[in-house]
């Protein structure tokens, strides 16, 4: 005979899904009555001025793909500049787990940024500052969203690239006249592009081998995260050069030694990893 056993917890579980369905259901509604609330107050249209802009709303699918492009994390800070209705700023916190910064020049849209902050639940994790971006300290961020015009990429070019190397920079549509992006992404939703902030290593550098008695010296000539230069005495020149925000490649030849270096940019020193022809070391490389 074969006996039935009754789980009672198989009600219950069907009872709590349920109430978890209902639960979030009425949230959503919550919320989508809360955004109503604050765009009653003050909707904006596509295409009115601003300072220096006109205001057009980035899709969602592009706003994801933007923070995709730079891996945004929970450790992050992102920095929104020119943040409108507070859309990227809202995403990094709700989709990412990352605290934002959204700064706007407009106060009503400003207010409005604000509003649909709270009407989404991330007041603990994002601000909305009405604010001019050229006159606001974003330094502290490991991010940095824009979608402005090319001569205004231009015109915070030098700040960006004063930031701490490996900072992300994400540009909606425009690039960044001849700093050339690290990465480019093009869909039917928009043009997207990331550059990495690239460490200041111009200068004189010169590599010892840590255990060994291997030395050589490169000077090296910087644009953005392109490098060129020339090695040793006989001023050979470096055949690759390149950056990526702290992380530095290099290969060259030496007459029959052959190099290729990997290491992090830490100040004025390097640590790197450097085969010589066929043996790996390590070497630390100091600026002259």
Request: charged fraction near 25%; aromatic fraction near 8%.
């Given at each position: 005979?074969?006996?039935?056993?009754?789980?009672?917890?198989?009600?219950?579980?069907?009872?709590?899904?349920?109430?978890?369905?209902?639960?979030?259901?009425?949230?959503?509604?919550?919320s989508?009555?809360?955004?109503?609330?604050?765009?009653?107050?003050?909707?904006?249209?596509?295409?009115?001025?601003?300072?220096?802009?006109v205001?057009?709303?980035t899709?969602?699918?592009?706003?994801r793909?933007?923070?995709?492009?730079?891996?945004?994390?929970?450790?992050?800070?992102?920095?929104?500049?020119?943040?409108?209705?507070?859309?990227?700023a809202?995403?990094?916190?709700?989709?990412?787990?990352a605290?934002?910064?959204?700064?706007?020049?407009?106060?009503?849209?400003?207010?409005?940024?604000q509003?649909?902050v709270?009407?989404?639940?991330?007041?603990d994790?994002?601000?909305?500052i009405?604010?001019?971006?050229?006159?606001?300290?974003?330094?502290?961020a490991?991010?940095?969203?824009?979608?402005?015009?090319?001569?205004?990429?231009?015109?915070l070019?030098?700040?960006?690239l004063?930031?701490?190397?490996?900072?992300?920079?994400?540009?909606?549509?425009?690039?960044?006249?001849?700093w050339q992006?690290?990465?480019?992404?093009?869909?039917?939703?928009?043009a997207?592009?990331?550059?990495f902030?690239?460490?200041?290593?111009?200068?004189?550098?010169?590599?010892?081998?840590l255990?060994?008695?291997?030395?050589?010296?490169?000077?090296?000539?910087?644009?953005?995260q392109?490098?060129?230069?020339?090695?040793?005495?006989?001023q050979?020149?470096?055949?690759?050069?390149e950056?990526?925000?702290?992380?530095?490649?290099l290969?060259?030849?030496e007459g029959?030694?052959?190099?290729?270096?990997?290491?992090?940019?830490?100040g004025?020193?390097?640590?790197?990893?450097?085969?010589?022809?066929?043996?790996?070391?390590?070497?630390?490389g100091k600026?002259?």
């Amino acid at each position: 005979m074969s006996i039935r056993r009754h789980n009672p917890f198989r009600y219950l579980d069907a009872h709590a899904l349920l109430m978890a369905l209902l639960l979030t259901c009425g949230l959503q509604a919550q919320s989508q009555n809360a955004r109503s609330d604050c765009e009653r107050e003050f909707s904006p249209s596509t295409g009115q001025p601003g300072k220096d802009v006109v205001w057009v709303p980035t899709q969602d699918a592009l706003v994801r793909r933007m923070l995709e492009m730079a891996e945004v994390k929970s450790s992050d800070l992102v920095y929104d500049l020119g943040a409108g209705d507070g859309k990227i700023a809202i995403a990094a916190a709700k989709q990412f787990g990352a605290r934002a910064v959204g700064v706007e020049y407009n106060p009503e849209m400003a207010r409005l940024a604000q509003c649909l902050v709270r009407a989404e639940g991330v007041s603990d994790k994002v601000e909305i500052i009405q604010g001019d971006i050229f006159e606001t300290d974003f330094s502290s961020a490991t991010v940095v969203t824009l979608y402005l015009l090319p001569e205004l990429n231009v015109r915070l070019r030098p700040t960006l690239l004063k930031m701490r190397p490996g900072t992300r920079i994400v540009s909606h549509s425009f690039l960044m006249d001849d700093w050339q992006s690290d990465v480019s992404s093009v869909s039917s939703d928009g043009a997207a592009y990331l550059w990495f902030v690239p460490a200041q290593v111009a200068g004189h550098w010169h590599f010892r081998q840590l255990g060994g008695d291997d030395t050589f010296s490169v000077r090296l000539e910087q644009t953005f995260q392109k490098l060129s230069g020339t090695v040793g005495d006989d001023q050979d020149e470096l055949t690759f050069g390149e950056l990526k925000g702290s992380q530095i490649s290099l290969m060259f030849s030496e007459g029959e030694t052959h190099t290729r270096l990997k290491g992090t940019v830490v100040g004025n020193s390097i640590e790197a990893q450097v085969a010589r022809n066929d043996t790996t070391s390590a070497y630390v490389g100091k600026r002259q």
